[in-house]
């Protein structure tokens, strides 16, 4: 099968092909239909995680399955099935508590004496998230599926898959959201937007979008932001807290940055919970007040959206099919799958960084928002 492949942190990814094993007693094989391309996978391009090489990118898909193994009874050739990186096994104490999102994975892999998924030659090719879906085929294990019966696209299952999942599933199941309560979110990218969703389907009072970008404030009013603050403008810590009295009850940070997951505790009032859904570089350290402590502030993270997705995602495209809850807004290009690289370029070049540079030089903290915010729209390649 044609798969794009990484060889080499900061190098381009290359169209080759790569030998698919045929489905063990618990796999699935999937004809790919249409993946997001995600800004998990650019910090591995960009060597700010590890993996190791070769691997097959990409984790936000959907797709039909083509083959299942001896041992699968809940998916057959031809369902269509959105593929979760929280694989669970369903067994194991995290499983058995009902956290599936922070399973151990034990058993879910092939192990060293059996022939690998995916080869080159006689070569393992790393699955990167045990799923590999920048390729025509996946080959995975059933407890990464989810069967889908409405009538949805592929490209919106596959946004379910990774990106409307974690935003959602930060607001409505890991912070738990309250009816009435007040919201901040720390970058209007793809995750952001759908945090700010999701605290607009828990029934927030307000919901304040902080971001560097005109474009992407102005998107978040359009997911159900009651206010916006441009960081390029000010102190947004003091903004935030004008705007509220204060400080908000929940705030998510869904950037990545050092800077911003401080600024996700600053923000809070007493009682406060701070979420950072960003992926922060291995290695770095954020500082908080310690005193702020005393006033029962807390922050914590939040992996895939805390999800149990299995039950969350049909009910996401429920609230899609309902009206709720916004996909289509989220698709901004489509491509192929040998447009791979140029799809990247593309979600680091969303708006002109020179141009938003010039816009926001008085302020740091700015700097880094944009930065980050830049590479965090969504595309579609449709296989």
């Known amino acids: 099968m044609k798969a794009a ?25 999937v004809r790919t239909r249409a993946s997001g391309v995600c800004h998990s996978d650019l910090h591995f391009v960009e060597g700010l995680y590890s993996t190791t ?134 970058g209007a990218g793809g995750v952001g937007l759908n945090a700010i969703q999701g605290a607009k389907l828990a029934g927030a009072l307000r919901i304040i979008a902080i971001d560097a970008v005109e474009d992407k404030l102005t998107l978040a009013r359009e997911f159900g932001a009651t206010d916006v603050i441009d960081a390029s403008t ?39 919970t701070a979420t950072i859904i960003g992926m922060i570089p291995l290695g770095t350290k954020i500082e908080l007040d310690g005193y702020a402590f005393l006033r029962e502030r807390r922050i914590q993270g939040s992996s895939m959206g805390s999800n149990h997705f299995r039950v969350d ?19 901004t290009r489509r491509l192929k799958l040998e447009d791979i690289n140029d799809a990247f370029k593309y979600m680091k070049e969303c708006v002109s960084l020179e141009k938003i540079i010039q816009s926001i030089q008085n302020s740091l903290y700015a700097n880094y928002l944009t930065e980050k915010a830049l590479k965090e729209c969504f595309l579609c390649l449709v296989q």
């Open 5 to 29: 492949v990484l060889h080499e942190v900061n190098q381009p990814l290359q169209i080759e092909d790569v030998d698919i094993s045929s489905p063990g007693p618990r796999e699935v094989l």
């Open 53 to 186: 090489m070769p691997v097959l990118l990409g984790h936000e898909a959907a797709g039909t399955v083509e083959a299942v193994g001896s041992q699968v009874h809940y998916v057959s050739p031809g369902d269509r099935v959105i593929c979760c990186l929280s694989v669970f096994c369903g067994v194991c104490e995290r499983c058995t508590t009902g956290r599936p999102v922070l399973c151990s994975r034990t058993g879910l892999l092939r192990g060293p004496d059996e022939a690998p998924r995916l080869s080159q030659g006689g070569v393992p090719v790393t699955q990167f998230a045990n799923l590999g879906a920048y390729a025509e085929m996946m080959l995975v294990h059933e407890n990464s599926l989810v069967k889908i019966e409405q009538d949805i696209g592929f490209e919106q299952m596959a946004l379910i898959g990774c990106g409307a999942t974690t935003g959602l599933g930060a607001a409505l199941n890991t912070a738990k959201v309250e009816p009435g309560s007040t919201v901040a979110v720390i």
């Open 234 to 272: 000010g102190d947004a810590e003091k903004q935030v807290k004008d705007l509220t009295g204060g400080g908000v009850d929940y705030s998510f940070e869904a950037i990545g940055k050092k800077e911003t997951a401080e600024l996700s505790f600053e923000i809070l009032r007493a009682g406060g």
């Open 313 to 331: 995602m049909p009910r996401y495209i429920d609230f899609y099919l309902q009206g709720r809850l916004k996909l289509d807004e989220l698709v």
